[in-house]
């Protein structure tokens, strides 16, 4: 058995307008469940995963979907999502019991990520890194204007797309967090608020199968995805 020092993180607090959709894209149905199920069932199959706290939008969080307890009840925590995306994650890291000395953060929206990407996040994270999932990029790339008129192309041979689960020593992001909430600092993922913090940063390799689910067509991408073994 291995040593429950693992805490989960999974952002989940968000609208999911972009699909054009009424209901929260966390919570429709994909590959035969719940988005959001996915992720909370595949992170409790871990012996290292000591607590998995969902954040959800306020409104949820006392009566939320009864789906959501088809899963560990006992490493189950349910917090209250924030304004912006990192306002949640730190909602949720407060919510980490102390004795969670490694802090994994996902994104609800990445219902298939793989077990081989989560195993090599958490070896950087107790090595003291950030660990970052990245794919390389492998489409030319070009800048273009504010009337789309193109101004170059870009070298991508040093360019990746970043996924998640992002791993973390718990003391490493509490700082970063505290920190750009000090300096009313907004990132785009909790890697960048460990960047600016001057923490040492890795990439790990992600996987194709680790889409993120955001518009209509990509339900349906990640559907045919799901199929796919590792």
């Keep these: 058995m291995a040593t429950r020092d693992v805490g989960v993180i999974i952002a989940a607090g968000g609208s999911g307008s972009r699909t054009g959709s009424s209901e929260l894209k966390q919570f429709r149905w994909i590959a035969g469940k719940p988005m959001l199920l996915h992720s909370l069932q595949r992170l409790q199959q871990r012996d290292d995963v000591a607590i998995v706290v969902c954040v959800l939008p306020r409104e949820y969080v006392a009566d939320p979907p009864p789906w959501i307890f088809q899963?560990?009840?006992?490493?189950?925590?349910?917090?209250?999502?924030?304004?912006?995306?990192?306002?949640?994650?730190?909602?949720?890291?407060?919510?980490?019991?102390?004795?969670?000395?490694?802090?994994?953060?996902?994104?609800?929206?990445?219902?298939?990520?793989?077990?081989?990407?989560?195993?090599?996040?958490?070896?950087?994270?107790?090595?003291?890194?950030?660990?970052?999932p990245v794919l390389p990029i492998t489409d030319?790339?070009?800048?273009?204007?504010?009337?789309?008129?193109?101004?170059?192309?870009?070298?991508?041979?040093?360019?990746?797309?970043?996924?998640?689960?992002?791993?973390?020593p718990r003391a490493m992001l509490v700082s970063a967090h505290l920190a750009a909430r000090k300096d009313n600092f907004v990132g785009t993922d909790d890697a960048e608020l460990c960047e600016r913090s001057g923490f040492e940063c890795v990439g790990v390799p992600g996987s194709e199968r680790a889409l993120k689910v955001t518009t209509e067509e990509d339900f349906a991408l990640a559907e045919a995805l799901s199929i796919l073994r590792e």
């Design 71 to 132: 899963c560990d009840t006992d490493r189950l925590l349910l917090s209250v999502g924030g304004k912006e995306r990192q306002d949640s994650v730190l909602n949720g890291l407060e919510d980490v019991p102390a004795e969670c000395s490694i802090v994994l953060v996902h994104d609800a929206a990445r219902p298939f990520f793989t077990d081989s990407t989560v195993d090599a996040a958490l070896a950087a994270a107790r090595d003291a890194k950030c660990a970052v």
């Design 140 to 168: 030319t790339v070009k800048s273009l204007d504010a009337d789309r008129r193109i101004t170059g192309t870009v070298d991508r041979r040093n360019l990746y797309r970043v996924q998640t689960p992002q791993a973390f």
